[in-house]
């Protein structure tokens, strides 16, 4: 599509977000997308166009849902949070307090604080999973239980790409009885009347948008010559082996299928729209759904200055350090991709989805897409454009005050 108008509307001071959207689909070959910005609870921005299929059929329309990858992990920490905020979890108790099975292969003493940032070894069980368990909640989790970690845990992070949301998930289920997606539903997104699903029910999965490309084993193989493909037993076998671990060992089939859009897979297949995910993180901005020790637990930074990340490593840019610090669940704000704040939090998707809490400027923001582009930190430049458009028209507006 070589260009876009955008529908919806943008505040008066923000018109230059809609320009900067309408450009993503002129100069970035954007297909389908949407962008919803609050601002002090009120929602100043609220865009979205082009189509939410590869052929061009069917238009985005306001209440599109599609999925966002890993910008998943932000809804799923945020029900650790809530539970903590509640008293009813203690992100510094043993995780086997809560689930006794996590105990065995030596992971007695992991906390919870280690699923939280990417700590606990555990980005994949020891031997691939056949296609087809991602979806069986307990088999996933038990093949987990019984895994010894692939390194020392606590003494260094890799990004625990797909196990990261049935690891939390599963300790929001041994403590409140409800699947983690039901607990989402539930407990924050119904009450918000915020399109975020994690395992999407059949009758909202008509107005999923397809997405145009996939994080797939063949795209991850072209991106990343080398990669193994035989199973992996020693992490630093081979420089690709993390990634490999984390993207393969638990497939989890066509994103476009009934079937994906309706498990529940915590770390990466949540279906939402751009404003309810702008809902979310709007409460979080304006000090509602947890408290302020909370709320600062979630952007308290995890992870050793210039840290390495063992699963991503292989990814990251050569001459940098570390692939990005967490909070408790979060991406931390080091490299502008949530604008200027250095406190601003959230987290990315693989293909381009980014949402993220401004809380000292009262904002929240969210962009999703349906063309797969670049990776799960924020930093794909369609939303790097947004959030700069953004940020200029917060500055005009504030400044004009």
Known sequence: MEAATANGHCAPGFEGVR?????????????????????????????????????????????????????????????????????????????????????????GDIPVRWLLSHRAGLIAPREPLAEGRAYDWEYVCGALAATPPWWEPGTAQGYHAVTFGYLVGEVVRRITGQSLGAFLRSEITGPLDAAV????????QARCAEMVG????????ARLPGLPTAPVRDLDAHPLAGVTLALTYIPTGDVNSAAYRAAEIPSGNAHASARGLA??????????????????????????????????????????AAAFRWGLGYMLNDRGQAGPNPRAFGHGGAGGSYAFADPENGLSYAYTMNRFGGGTSGEDPRSAALVAAVYAALAGVRGSA
């Not at 979630?298 to 840019?317: F, H, N």
Request: net charge negative; glycine share 12%; with cysteine.
């Open 279 to 320: 809902a979310v993180y709007g409460a979080l901005a304006g000090g509602g759904l947890v408290g302020r020790a909370a709320l600062e637990a979630m952007r308290t930074p995890q992870s050793r200055p210039a840290e390495p990340d063992l699963t991503l490593g292989a990814l990251v840019p050569e001459g940098t």
């Open 214 to 221: 996939q994080l797939d084993k063949e795209r991850l193989a």
């Open 197 to 204: 699903f994690i395992g999407t029910p059949p009758e909202e």
């Open 19 to 107: 320009a900067a959207f309408e450009g993503n689909f002129r100069a970035r070959r954007e297909t389908g997308a949407a962008l919803a910005v609050t601002l002090d609870g009120e929602l100043v921005v609220d865009l979205w166009g082009g189509s939410a299929d590869a052929a061009g059929q069917r238009p985005w329309e306001r209440d599109t849902l599609v999925n966002v990858y890993s910008t998943s992990k932000g809804m799923t920490a945020l029900c650790a949070h809530l539970l903590a905020d509640r008293g009813e979890l203690d992100l510094d108790a043993p995780v086997a307090r809560y689930w006794p099975e996590f105990a065995r292969a030596g992971k």
